[in-house]
């Protein structure tokens, strides 16, 4: 019964790789966001979905394509990996895209080698 | 646009003992305010948020906050901590009427000692 699940919790992959976030949440929820924590605890929003629509999407590298099928789920492709790319990534989502307060996944851990 | 400082990166505290942790943000605007938890590999947990209305809000495991307009704060409260609240603690503000994405602080890390 989790709210918001992320596949895979762990990632390990060589650099060039191209890698899949898969993101999903049960609460009945209208928008979902991507967010990526650095090493020293940053969380930097990604991307925002809303009802499968992009709404927010900040200035990050075009490698990242979001991909929302229904308004459940936000995958999150990214192609050729680079070492930077290391980070914890996050899926969350709220209500709707009024912020009343944001139910997280668990995180992704990304590693590039 | 709005921004969030947490002035302590880290707070040792022994348990039972009392704990403030600081916020501060800017805004042109109207806010909303949140403190969110997140314990080691996890994700983050909502503990608390301030919309409107009472300017002291209370949230889970004992923890409260209060928005001070003139100062522009706030700062999150626990009377008595225990060895389980040792975890990273961010505040976030949202604009009012914007597009709401909150801007998180840097985080503090609150170390309960025994």
């Known amino acids: 019964d989790t709210a918001v699940s992320q596949t895979p919790k762990y990632l390990v992959t060589q650099m060039g790789n191209d890698k899949s976030i898969k993101c999903e949440q049960n609460?009945?929820?209208?928008?979902m966001y991507w967010y990526k924590q650095d090493s020293k605890k940053f969380l930097k929003i990604m991307f925002s979905?809303?009802?499968?629509?992009?709404?927010i999407n900040e200035t990050v590298p075009n490698r990242f394509s979001p991909k929302s099928p229904d308004k459940a789920h936000l995958n999150l492709h990214i192609n050729s990996l680079e070492l930077g790319d290391s980070a914890v990534y996050f899926c969350?989502?709220?209500?709707?895209?009024?912020?009343?307060?944001?139910?997280f996944g668990s995180g992704t851990r990304l590693t590039v080698v | 646009a709005q921004s969030v400082t947490q002035l302590d990166s880290q707070v040792p505290v022994f348990e039972e003992a009392p704990v403030e942790l600081r916020c501060n943000y800017s805004?042109?605007?109207?806010?909303?305010l949140f403190w969110y938890v997140q314990y080691p590999n996890q994700g983050l947990q909502l503990l608390l948020k301030y919309l409107s209305g009472s300017t002291l809000v209370k949230g889970i495991n004992g923890f409260e906050a209060e928005f001070n307009k003139s100062q522009t704060s706030f700062h999150l409260r626990k009377p008595s901590v225990h060895i389980s609240d040792t975890a990273e603690y961010f505040c976030a503000v949202s604009d009012w009427g914007g597009s709401y994405i909150p801007t998180f602080g840097r985080g503090t890390s609150l170390i309960v000692h025994p």
């Open positions: 805004s042109s605007v109207s806010v909303y």
């Open positions: 979905y809303n009802n499968k629509e992009l709404i």
């Open positions: 609460l009945g929820h209208d928008t």
């Open positions: 969350a989502s709220s209500q709707d895209s009024v912020n009343y307060g944001y139910t």
